[in-house]
């Protein structure tokens, strides 16, 4: 039996471009459109991650469920969604309009090569900590206004997702960020990794929420501590040119941080990675803030 699942929270079914509804809002319901795709923030050592969606739960204020199912289901390489390129989950979906508390991704786990990742040429199969009775929940609010569109993308994260166990094996504990494109922005600039010592690996910038933050590693489970919003590793282009980018911000003020060391950086544990420099930009709306990282 497939891993995937569905949730019907009502009788009607509609088939919207290539999905299907489930619980909508039954007719003469007020209602507005919503398309939602996937980015992501990548991992240092898997040169692929195949993550199958077969659905999307939406969880509004009022307290009714509305299923979109994903017919056939789409399975998405997360490690080419970077760089402010992302994958369309849904496209133009009619949805009741209103507050939304929730979503919730549905994710194939059980058969082989629905959801796995590619480390070192070697295939590993991945699953989800209680992903096949509860899937990939998102707690979020969202508006989906009334006779117009909601464009929505979510931030995978597999640098805070991607974990081993020990055993050989992988498991995805996803940490998620849901933002309206109609409101993010971007930081990028030009890296001379040599002016700091760098090696060529492991060189990213790490942006943090807020002015003035001291920079720290990532640690999903630092308890109200300082986390990085994402991780923006360092790219070469086909002229030799070093830089980076963090797409997919929400406008205000962020700390952005170099450091050498992120292949020392183990999610789930604190790790005293040196950063080389760090300094204070602000997002704005639709455009992209340009900061170097040239020499301290």
């Not at 199912?69 to 992302?86: F, H, K, M, R, W």
């Not at 939304?100 to 082989?112: C, F, G, K, P, S």
């Not at 991945?126 to 931030?155: H, M, W, Y």
Request: aromatic letters at 8%; charged letters at 15%.
């Amino acid at each position: 039996m497939s891993g995937r699942w569905i949730v019907a929270t009502g009788l009607l079914v509609l088939l919207l471009s290539g999905c299907e509804l489930s619980g909508g809002s039954g007719s003469g319901s007020a209602s507005g459109t919503v398309s939602l795709a996937i980015t992501d923030g990548p991992v240092d050592d898997a040169e692929h991650v195949y993550v199958q969606f077969s659905g999307v739960e939406f969880h509004a204020a009022s307290g009714q469920t509305t299923t979109v199912s994903i017919n056939p289901p789409e399975q998405v390489d997360l490690v080419q969604q970077v760089d402010g390129a992302s994958a369309v989950l849904l496209n133009d979906v009619t949805l009741p309009a209103g507050q939304y508390n929730w979503i919730r991704l549905q994710v194939d786990t059980a058969d082989t090569r629905d959801t796995y990742a590619v480390i070192n040429g070697a295939e590993y199969e991945l699953t989800i900590p209680s992903g096949a009775q509860s899937g990939l929940k998102l707690v979020r609010g969202f508006t989906i206004p009334v006779n117009a569109q909601a464009d929505f993308t979510i931030d995978f994260d597999l640098r805070k997702s991607l974990h081993s166990t020990g055993n050989g094996r992988y498991i995805l504990r996803p940490t998620l960020r849901l933002v309206d494109n109609a409101q993010v922005g971007a930081i990028a600039g030009d890296i001379a990794p040599s002016s700091y010592g760098c090696a060529e690996t492991g060189v990213a910038v790490y942006v943090y929420g807020g002015s003035g933050v001291t920079p720290v590693d990532i640690n999903i489970d630092r308890s109200g501590g300082v986390n990085p919003v994402t991780v923006a590793p360092m790219r070469r282009d086909q002229q030799g040119r070093y830089y980076y980018r963090a797409a997919f911000l929400a406008p205000g003020p962020y700390t952005v941080a170099l450091t050498c060391e992120s292949t020392q950086d183990d999610a789930e544990q604190d790790d005293a990675i040196a950063f080389q420099q760090s300094t204070d930009v602000t997002v704005e709306t639709a455009r992209t803030t340009r900061q170097d990282f040239l020499g301290p």
